[in-house]
């Protein structure tokens, strides 16, 4: 059974950082493209990173509001995803999850095959 | 904010046929970007209804069905169930953004 399981979550001040991790089980980790899609209160579903699998080079790609404060990684060797979160803002409060990416060809056909359950950033002061 | 518009909430009761539209553009579903479609429920894990417009995952329930025309998607729920109040997304690819977006969501009542 595929499991994802975030953690990491927690109250930071304003300009804070935080990093969030995603372990994953249930299948070949390195083979998979995985994302990050977040959800604020009372707000609707946010997409914020994926990262490619390394046939494709391991790529990234970020959503503009968190272009350049925010770094997707992998560690294919722990099955495990990272997020990590600078110059953090009120606006970046929310619910965060991993998902296991699927689909076949250029990255942009890619859905959110399966999500863990989330952790919670809180970004105040 | 959401670029994918979708009605705030839908209901009906037991049995019923709901549907939940989800409207883009040109960038995005009117490109030809397929749409995928998740449920939410509170303290649960997303999950994916309805992949590529139209493909249901193994364990969804063939009462979820999805189409796509246009720049416009919709999710369809026959035989409405108390177990369907959930809140709905739809999601597809924007090229003027680079993208994934999302829609604004609906929240589905069971009467």
């Known amino acids: 059974e595929v499991q994802l399981l975030e953690s990491g979550g927690g109250l930071v001040q304003p300009g804070g950082s935080l990093t969030l991790s995603c372990t994953a089980s249930?299948?070949?980790?390195?083979?998979?493209?995985m994302s990050w899609v977040r959800q604020a209160p009372e707000k609707g579903l946010e997409w914020v990173s994926i990262?490619?699998?390394?046939?494709?080079?391991?790529?990234?790609y970020y959503a503009d509001s968190v272009k350049g404060r925010f770094t997707i990684s992998r560690d294919n060797s722990k099955n495990t995803l990272y997020l990590q979160m600078s110059s953090l803002r009120a606006e970046d409060t929310a619910i965060y999850y991993c998902?296991?990416?699927?689909?076949?060809?250029?990255?942009?056909?890619?859905?959110?095959?399966?999500w863990g359950k989330g952790t919670t950033v809180t970004v105040s002061s | 904010q959401s670029v994918l518009t979708q009605p705030p909430s839908v209901s009906g009761a037991p049995g019923q046929r709901v549907t939940i539209s989800c409207t883009g553009t040109s960038s995005n579903i009117g490109a030809g970007y397929d749409v995928h479609w998740y449920q939410l429920l509170p303290g649960t894990a997303p999950r994916v209804l309805i992949f590529d417009n139209a493909n249901r995952p193994s364990g969804v329930a063939d009462r979820f069905s999805g189409s796509k025309s246009g720049a416009s998607a919709s999710l369809a729920i026959t035989g409405l169930q108390t177990e369907d109040e959930a809140d709905y997304y739809c999601q597809s690819y924007d090229n003027s953004l680079s993208a994934y977006v999302f829609g604004t969501g609906t929240k589905v009542t069971v009467l």
């Open positions: 998902a296991k990416e699927a689909g076949m060809g250029s990255h942009y056909k890619f859905y959110r095959h399966v």
């Open positions: 249930g299948f070949i980790f390195s083979k998979y493209a």
């Open positions: 990262i490619l699998n390394d046939d494709a080079g391991g790529r990234t």
